[in-house]
């Protein structure tokens, strides 16, 4: 078995993993200020589009966790590093309003944008704005996909997420999308050349098997599941990833990674 003494840094997912909406994970602020106590850099990574930057601060704080703004990256805030390297980007912006804030540096167009960035937009989607985009696809934008989830937790059961949508675009403009966040192999190089670690002294955490653990451990990265938010066995089973551990929650971390054992709260 690996040893989890020689990891420097985590990467924790958030909605599933540390909390359920508003609802901390029991546990969770424990297993953080444990981690944080023996040395180990913690980092908040999140394929969340529905919060900006600032939002998922006060959100992070406002639970307990006392983040500052470079301990977090959100896929798209992945998206906004990825477009500020492109000259003279035009962005049709499928996101939610406070996540739009975040994005105001660029010009942006309903239908003469060059990149069309696909985020959660909630009842938003109508055949209407889906054939919207699929001309401005099929006219040359690039498709920037927030990510891809199938579905996430909520706190009255799992939902259907972006993918289906994202799927369905790339099949009727016959493009592929670029995908931001989990598990492109891009999103965990960013947080990982930030933290100035190698991708083995690093450990994600998440309840995805496939988007966090499969994602984490193609970028080299060491991947552990968790059993809550929406981890299902059966979904795990059919799965081709073997995460490197699975623990019951967060709050088993700790004593994984050979930290002194903390109580839950």
């Not at 929406?230 to 551990?245: M, Q």
Request: glycine share 8%.
């Amino acid at each position: 078995m690996f040893n989890f003494s020689a990891i420097k840094a985590v990467l924790f997912d958030l909605d599933g993993v540390l909390y359920i909406g508003d609802q901390l994970i029991p546990g969770a602020l424990a297993a953080v200020s444990q981690l944080r106590k023996a040395g180990i850099a913690v980092r908040f990574v999140t394929n969340t589009s529905t919060l900006s930057l600032d939002s998922l601060q006060q959100k992070l704080n406002r639970l307990g966790f006392n983040t500052v703004p470079e301990e977090i990256m959100s896929a798209p805030q992945a998206t906004i590093q990825h477009l500020k390297k492109q000259p003279n980007p035009v962005c049709k912006l499928l996101l939610a309003e406070d996540v739009k804030k975040d994005f105001s540096c660029f010009d942006q167009s309903e239908t003469a944008a060059n990149y069309v960035v696909v985020g959660d937009i909630g009842d938003g989607w109508s055949y209407a704005l889906l054939n919207e985009v699929f001309h401005c696809l099929v006219n040359g934008a690039q498709l920037i996909a927030i990510h891809k989830n199938r579905f996430w937790q909520t706190e009255t059961g799992l939902q259907m997420d972006i993918g289906a949508f994202v799927t369905g675009l790339e099949y009727a403009s016959n493009t592929k999308a670029m995908l931001m966040g989990k598990p492109s192999r891009h999103f965990f190089n960013i947080v990982v050349d930030a933290l100035r670690l190698k991708p083995s002294e690093v450990m994600m955490v998440g309840d995805d098997i496939d988007a966090d653990v499969g994602g984490a451990q193609d970028a080299g990265l060491h991947g552990i599941l968790v059993k809550t938010g929406k981890y299902r066995e059966t979904y795990t089973r059919l799965s081709a990833v073997n995460p490197d551990a699975v623990i019951n929650s967060v709050a088993d971390l700790p004593a994984l990674l050979g930290c002194l054992s903390v109580a839950p709260q």
